[in-house]
């Protein structure tokens, strides 16, 4: 088996377009949290450390549902995981949008990181059989440069439209949206399983059928494989620093801290997530080019681990210069989508599902760790400073030990990547058979 599939069919190209937008709508719900900020502490009473545990309920579910989507997009395919996603997604947002108290806005927060993190994985199976894999990581970071105007959205525009019109119209009305996504996934799937050419069905594919055996069998080969681990330990360090202080921590730091105003603020976040965009097309295209992985990612987590110790030295920066590190992080931060390719390639191909989703778990879980626990040590070290309208206050002092945190988190990403497998951007078990 070659690995290279037939040209892509403008049904097969329409198809991935869908599952595209389905995935700018999760990184929308990613990072919304980031943008609404202060309108989340306004409405719900918030202290730092139960903000974070709102944002980050997310990706708890995200990270538990990772191992369970590969399983399922490898044995079930594509088609009946995005119409659920789109609908439990769906309902979340709703319930978000509507949620009267905490406790209720934590339920939606739960329930739309279980419907769209299905997305991500599904796109990847996608991609990886119906597309040839000499252009994997370069369609990857295509469809994360269109994913990230989700991120870019959740940025400034998110911002501005909630002062206008409240942040719970915006999320009810990205409940219809989710639902029609869903939709439009179940009947495009559907027709282009029903082509010999296309790929996206699980007994076109050739992936195993949903038998418990196999499947535990092909999980335990993905875990004990020693080259997995390494890239799993990358994708931990960048992407979870990413997730936690773009997603959440960035613009309190720059308000608080560097005393931004709130749009410059998001300014900052949104030019983060269109570095990062343009990143993950140049970092793929790059990889795939020279046909090497593991220079480019030592490279960029080097320079990303750097750039954290300038947030955590409290220096005063001149707006142009905090601009345009933020805009290089977000270029240097996309390396860890190459830790996709390098997961797909050093396992066997029929399990692309469960490698790359076990190696995206990793940045899903030092989210879910990260945001918290930083909220958590500000508030353990925070004066007791207050805010015209009684919401808590956090200085740099308050704001350093989460900083600190974030920073050695990047640095673990760099150093692993020193570990990675070269694979010359070939699948390495197809290589020796």
Not at 188 to 207: F, I, K, M, W
Request: hydrophobic share 55%; net charge positive.
């Amino acid at each position: 088996m070659s690995g290279a599939v037939a040209p892509p069919t403008r049904r097969r190209q329409l198809t991935l377009a869908v599952v595209v937008a389905a995935y700018v709508l999760s990184f929308f719900q990613r990072f919304a949290p980031a943008g609404i900020a202060q309108d989340l502490i306004a409405t719900f009473h918030s202290t730092a450390s139960s903000l974070g545990v709102l944002a980050a309920t997310y990706f708890y579910v995200y990270t538990v549902m990772q191992v369970p989507t590969g399983i399922l997009v490898d044995t079930l395919g594509p088609r009946l995981i995005l119409l659920l996603g789109g609908l439990v997604g769906g309902a979340g947002s709703l319930l978000f949008g509507l949620a009267p108290s905490f406790d209720v806005a934590l339920l939606g927060r739960t329930l739309i990181g279980l419907g769209v993190s299905v997305t991500f994985i599904a796109m990847l199976k996608i991609i990886a059989v119906s597309f040839d894999e000499r252009r994997f990581a370069s369609l990857v970071g295509v469809a994360m440069l269109i994913g990230n105007l989700g991120s870019v959205l959740a940025g400034a525009p998110l911002s501005w439209l909630a002062q206008i019109t409240g942040w719970r119209g915006v999320f009810v009305g990205l409940a219809a949206v989710s639902l029609l996504l869903g939709l439009a996934c179940w009947f495009l799937l559907h027709e282009t399983a029903a082509g010999s050419a296309d790929a996206v069905a699980p007994e076109r594919a050739g992936s195993p059928r949903f038998d418990r055996t196999v499947v535990l069998s092909g999980l335990l080969l993905v875990l004990r494989n020693r080259d997995t681990w390494p890239v799993v330990c990358v994708n931990f360090g960048i992407c979870g620093s990413f997730f936690a202080f773009a997603g959440l921590w960035a613009t309190p730091f720059l308000t608080e801290v560097h005393q931004m105003t709130r749009n410059v603020a998001a300014n900052h976040v949104s030019l983060y997530f269109a570095g990062f965009a343009l990143g993950c097309v140049v970092v793929g295209t790059l990889s795939d080019r020279i046909g090497r992985r593991k220079p480019v990612l030592l490279v960029s987590s080097h320079l990303y681990a750097a750039i954290w110790l300038v947030w955590l030295s409290g220096a005063a920066l001149p707006l142009p210069i905090s601009y345009a590190l933020f805009a290089l992080m977000g270029l240097l931060t996309a390396s860890f989508t190459l830790t996709w390719a390098c997961a797909k390639e050093v396992n066997p191909p029929l399990l692309s599902g469960m490698s790359t989703s076990v190696t995206n778990m990793g940045g899903f879980l030092a989210a879910a760790i990260l945001q918290p626990l930083v909220g958590w040590v500000m508030d353990l070290s925070w004066q007791g400073g207050l805010n015209d309208a009684g919401a808590r206050l956090y200085s740099m002092a308050d704001f350093q030990a989460g900083v600190l945190l974030l920073a050695a988190t990047a640095g673990l990403g760099a150093l692993a990547s020193w570990r990675i497998r070269e694979t010359h951007c070939r699948n390495v078990w197809q290589s020796s058979a």
